[in-house]
């Protein structure tokens, strides 16, 4: 079996396993065999491998997990983000225009649209991510969307309640969500998700719909609390969800709530920052210990960016992170948000996704936005980005 050693790190960031924590080391080195981490530590006391790579002095980072990702879509909206920069407000509304031309795309218009954003994602450092259907909103292509999701990422994610298409009774909606629709895609998706909120769906259509995917094996998450606090919080713990996202609107009883469960809340500054709404204050969220998580929310209404370089900057700049806090909500936050123990630090054991950056420590990520720092990335130790 090959063994690769990674030397000359600057600083290597070592997010905590549950606190949100980074530790660095520097003058480091770590081994990769199988896709795997296999020995870290000092440069001095780095074992002998078959290939080195000396990355100079550079900072490296375990890769950004992306908990949150609507990549399966056709189309875009840009005059709707050019109108809120003019003052209009952000309403769901708007998901039913990309529906459309989601149902017109063809299969490998959907594949190739979604690779194209999984590249961006590689450039940004990012290294493993979910993907949501939920453009589709009827049986056929919400199961297109969710075939093709399911042969890019492990973590795909039902979201036929994103809202009612257009003339349908809600009712009758979340009934074929919660019945055929779920029959046909529980073969392709790994989670449960709705949007709970003003413009979508109430907490009894929410549960209906949760505890239907739930029935069938799936897990859940939520999106909520984005435009206003229909309760959704308590129903996430009561539930085990994975992962509440949005959480703009958090009364103190919710991060109460939150604080004492296993659910992580998601933030995504991306969409905040497209549809010029007011920031949560991730300082109470911390200050009470929850669990935060980071990530694009990249669709093509609300936040579409892929750079979670960019979402980290603006969680320090306006949302109260420290760019430590940031880091680690963009890297094991997003793991603890799926769930998933093998991703999100480089530990002995774990996955060997990280990235290399063009600066000498993680502080750069925030200090220097905008800019491509992200110099190669790394998937199971093989390059998927860069020189
Ligand atoms: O996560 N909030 C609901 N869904 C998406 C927005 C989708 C859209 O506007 O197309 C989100 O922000
Ligand atoms: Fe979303």
Redesign the pocket.
Known sequence: MTKTLFTNIGSLVMPATEVSVLETLSNAAFVVENGLVAWVGDVAAAPSCDLVVDVAGACVIPGFVDS?A?LM?AGS?EQEFAARMAGVS?S?G??KT?VSKTRAASDEELRSNAKKLIAELYQSGVTHFEIKS??GLDVETELRSLKIARELTEDTTFLGA??VPQDQDPQRYVELVATEMLSAVKPFAKWIDV?C?KG?FDLAQTRRVLEAGIAQGLRPRL?AN??SDLGAISLAVELDCASI??CTHLSDSDIELLANSNTVATL?PG?EFS?RSAFPDAKRLFAAGVTVALAT?C?????FTTSMPFCIAVAVRDMGFTIDQAVWSATRGGALALRDETRGALRVGMRADFAILDAPNHLFLAYRPGVQLVAATYVAGKKVYGR
């Open positions: 949150h609507h879509f909206r952000y769901a708007g998901i990309t939920g453009y994103h809202v949007f909120d979508a999106h984005q435009i996202d949005h995504l969409a549809t929310d669709n093509p209404g609300s936040s």
